[in-house]
């Protein structure tokens, strides 16, 4: 199993206390692109590329399965029960605690999402380990199943402005995102139009590291031969931000994007 020494969260945290204050905007990064001293954008895709659709999320737990849980006073919403009950479950990875969302990421979805298990595998210890209703079995569908994530995302307007103008002023662009590759393979057919012109694309999965792990950043640089300093990352995990800033690498939060594609427009 890969893993990082605690150490290494210890200086991200270090490093974005010190840069914050440095923090290249919008209009610095923009500057940079126009003067081509950035040449490279690297996408994230869940939360960047991509967005979920709450009303066909919604749809999917089905409305009994809400019913019920609101009846037993159950807070099936709760995004931090969800996270610590799915910590209960088994799992392969042993390295340093990860962060999804601002919270504790569990073993088991580490395992996911570096090609340690699959969905299924997934799922079935999820039923076997958690209690009755522990987690309504729709919502571990909704988190784990590649069909079900496929149709509850839709592309993101703020990234697809951007996209169109990086690629009007032919910057070369890349993905690298923590996904399971059956996800992956589904999310490229239903979104030809974003991934098929990419220059380069690393999931978690297939190289078996999770970002904010530091070798997954130094493994997409040295297969797309990128120069970090011309290199843009956009991500909205600020720990996946701070730890691509370790080699020099500019940062942009997805809530940026459409500013900057305004000011390159």
């Not at 919403?77 to 999804?100: F, Q």
């Not at 571990?140 to 697809?160: C, E, G, K, Q, R």
Request: some cysteine; hydrophobic content about 45%.
């Amino acid at each position: 199993m890969k893993i990082f020494a605690p150490a290494i969260l210890l200086l991200m945290g270090f490093n974005a206390f010190a840069q914050g204050a440095f923090a290249q905007g919008p209009n610095q990064l923009a500057a940079k692109i126009n003067s081509g001293e950035i040449t490279s954008v690297i996408f994230d895709v869940n939360g960047v590329l991509l967005t979920r659709n709450r009303i066909r999320s919604i749809t999917c737990l089905g409305k009994r399965a809400i019913a019920g849980a609101l009846l037993r006073g159950e807070r099936f919403w709760s995004k931090k029960n969800i996270l610590e009950r799915l910590s209960k479950v088994s799992c392969k990875y042993d390295g340093t605690p990860l962060i999804h969302d601002g919270l504790p990421m569990p073993g088991v979805m580490v395992d996911w999402l570096m090609g340690e298990s699959s969905s299924d595998e997934i799922l079935e210890r999820c039923r076997r380990e958690l209690k009755p209703r522990e987690i309504l079995p729709e919502i571990l569908n909704l988190m784990f199943s590649p069909i079900l994530l496929t149709y509850v995302h839709d592309s993101n307007p703020d990234a697809i402005a951007l996209l169109k103008v990086l690629r009007k002023k032919k910057l070369s662009i890349f993905v690298l995102s923590n996904m399971d590759m059956k996800t992956a393979e589904l999310m490229k057919l239903k979104f030809p139009s974003i991934f098929d012109p990419m220059q380069g694309i690393m999931w978690s999965a297939e190289v078996h590291y999770v970002k904010p792990n530091p070798n997954i950043y130094k493994k997409f640089l040295s297969e797309f031969a990128l120069i970090p300093e011309k290199t843009l990352f956009i991500d909205d995990e600020p720990l996946n931000r701070e730890a691509a800033k370790l080699f020099g690498i500019e940062v942009l939060k997805e809530t940026d994007m459409l500013e900057l594609a305004e000011l390159l427009a």
